[in-house]
């Protein structure tokens, strides 16, 4: 009998064949691909959320959980779309123009993931109208910005502009390293996360899932 929480357990130490097998084993089952996912992977995702924000454990440790995640969205999410299931919302996430880190960026992406919702990411060094596009064309809930450079945090004001003057619905969030809440609110930000977990959060209460 496929246990969920083993497939929890394996996700949270990052041990990605495990995961895959366990994966496998419970749609052989018949197990409902969306308890899989919620049951399974997020309640996985969100222990490892919960430990990465009280510093029990750290980036190499998130990112083979996230790598782990990854695997078992792949054989997952071709049955979830076959069950019809829908996710609690879309997140368009990239890192702004003229900042190439990415690494921050994929942890909340994939944490966004871990919470149910799409996500399109739209990589690094991305232009205010390649944000608004792809927001407009997904229709997207949460508009995801990251930045790890002073000189590049300023790109934030201009895509939030951007964003508002189109008229998207988009919620706009912020955050990367030298990012701070009092920043946030000088660009309008409708919010501001300190790291990934917090900001999978975020984005949920943003689009009001
Ligand atoms: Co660069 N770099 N880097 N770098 N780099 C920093 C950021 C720097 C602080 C190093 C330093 O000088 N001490 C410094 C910035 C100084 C400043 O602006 N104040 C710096 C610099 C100067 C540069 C270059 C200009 C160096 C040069 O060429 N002279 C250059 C710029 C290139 C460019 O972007 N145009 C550069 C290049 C690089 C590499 C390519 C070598 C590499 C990036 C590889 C990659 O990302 N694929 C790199 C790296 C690795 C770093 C450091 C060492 C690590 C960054 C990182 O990945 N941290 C960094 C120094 C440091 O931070 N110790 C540094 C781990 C990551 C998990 O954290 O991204 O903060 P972080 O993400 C966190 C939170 O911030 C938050 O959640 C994440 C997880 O908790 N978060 C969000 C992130 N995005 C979020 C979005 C949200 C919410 C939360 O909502 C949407």
């Given at each position: 009998?496929?246990?969920?929480?083993?497939?929890?357990?394996?996700?949270?130490?990052?041990?990605?064949?495990?995961?895959?097998?366990?994966?496998?084993?419970?749609?052989?089952?018949?197990?409902?691909?969306?308890?899989?996912?919620?049951?399974?992977?997020?309640?996985?995702?969100?222990?490892?959320?919960?430990?990465?924000?009280?510093?029990?454990?750290?980036?190499?440790?998130?990112?083979?959980?996230?790598?782990?995640?990854?695997?078992?969205?792949?054989?997952?999410?071709?049955?979830?779309?076959?069950?019809?299931?829908?996710?609690?919302?879309?997140?368009?996430i990239g890192t702004v123009k003229g900042d190439l880190h990415d690494?921050g960026k994929?942890?909340v992406?994939?944490?966004?993931?871990?919470?149910?919702?799409?996500?399109?990411?739209?990589?690094t060094d991305v232009?205010?109208?390649?944000f608004?596009?792809?927001?407009?064309?997904?229709?997207?809930?949460?508009?995801a910005m990251s930045a790890l450079l002073t000189t590049t945090m300023s790109q934030m004001g201009s895509i939030i502009?951007?964003?508002?003057?189109?008229?998207?619905?988009?919620?706009?969030m912020i955050g990367g390293a030298p990012v701070t809440?009092?920043f946030a609110?000088?660009v309008?930000a409708?919010?501001y996360?300190?790291?990934?977990?917090?900001?999978?959060?975020?984005?949920?209460?943003?689009?009001?899932?």
């Open positions: 009998m496929a246990n969920l929480q083993a497939l929890a357990d394996a996700l949270i130490k990052g041990d990605r064949n495990t995961v895959v097998e366990l994966i496998h084993k419970a749609i052989d089952e018949d197990l409902k691909p969306k308890e899989i996912l919620e049951n399974g992977l997020i309640a996985g995702m969100d222990v490892v959320g919960k430990r990465f924000k009280a510093n029990e454990i750290y980036v190499p440790e998130v990112l083979i959980a996230a790598r782990a995640m990854h695997a078992a969205m792949d054989v997952l999410e071709p049955k979830l779309i076959e069950a019809g299931v829908e996710p609690v919302g879309t997140a368009v690494i994929n942890l992406a994939m944490m966004f993931t871990g919470a149910g919702l799409k996500v399109v990411d739209i990589g232009s205010p109208e390649k608004v596009e792809t927001c407009k064309a997904e229709q997207a809930g949460v508009c502009k951007a964003v508002k003057d189109a008229g998207l619905a988009a919620k706009t809440q009092a609110d000088e309008g409708d919010g996360a300190a790291d990934a977990a917090s900001a999978a959060d975020l984005a949920k209460e943003l689009i009001g899932a």
